[in-house]
């Protein structure tokens, strides 16, 4: 039981390429997240899916798409990499327990963008 | 609309000293709230959540929280460091159990334990 994994771990882009961060998890959770860290701004919201075939916008979505795949999936593309863009990512997915979501987390995507 | 706010930002501690991370928050409808520990180049992980009952909530590795609905806060103690708790701590507030959680972060403390 992997939990949840991400792909890469460190990604170097140059302004203006684009490049796809791929999350899956193998808890059958039903929805999944995708955070940015930023220093000294926490866990900012990206987009996040409910359920399996739905998606939506979070706090900081412009730049960035994503696709739910299957279940298990969760794909953020960053279609024309701008420097503001230069974070660590983080997937998550969560499933219903108790009356509570409980947000497992991937290990993150340094991304750095020149 | 939700927010947290964590008033320190770093806070260093001795070995074997106690510690409180403050974490205030505001909400418009009753809060789910949360502390997160994330160790160095790793993601986060659950500490301890309150959800309704008991204000006083322990968690993992010997960290509990105090849910202060009239001063909307809920910090997080430990009588007794070790270096080991050395992390990045951040606390959350989701208001909302249906369908999917969303959650909001605060900006997060780093607890530095001294030797």
């Known amino acids: 039981n992997a939990g949840v994994t991400q792909t890469p771990k460190f990604q170097v882009l140059k302004t203006g390429q684009s490049m796809t961060l791929q999350c899956a998890q193998d808890?059958?959770?039903?929805?999944m997240y995708w955070y940015r860290q930023d220093p000294g701004m926490g866990l900012r919201l990206i987009y996040y899916s409910a359920s399996e075939g739905t998606t939506d916008k979070g706090e900081v979505p412009n730049g960035y798409n994503v696709s739910r795949l299957n279940k298990r999936e969760f794909s953020l593309r960053l279609e024309s990499a701008a420097p503001s863009q230069t974070s660590v990512y983080f997937c998550a997915s969560s499933e219903l327990a108790g009356g509570f979501y409980e947000q497992y987390f991937g290990p993150g995507t340094r991304l750095t963008v020149t | 609309a939700q927010s947290v706010t964590q008033l320190d930002s770093q806070v260093p501690v001795f070995e074997e000293a106690p510690v409180e991370l403050r974490c205030n928050y505001s909400s418009s409808v009753s809060v789910y709230l949360f502390w997160y520990v994330q160790y160095p180049n790793q993601g986060l992980q659950l500490l301890l959540k309150?959800?309704?009952?008991?204000?006083l909530v322990k968690g993992i590795n010997g960290f509990e929280a105090e849910f202060n609905k009239s001063q909307t806060s809920f910090h997080l103690r430990k009588p007794s460091v070790h270096i080991s708790d050395t992390a990045e701590y951040f606390c959350?507030?989701?208001?909302?159990?249906?369908?999917?959680?969303?959650?909001?972060f605060g900006t997060g403390t780093k607890l530095q334990v001294i030797p």
């Open positions: 808890m059958n959770h039903n929805s």
């Open positions: 959350a507030v989701s208001d909302s159990a249906g369908g999917y959680q969303k959650v909001t």
């Open positions: 309150y959800l309704s009952g008991s204000t």
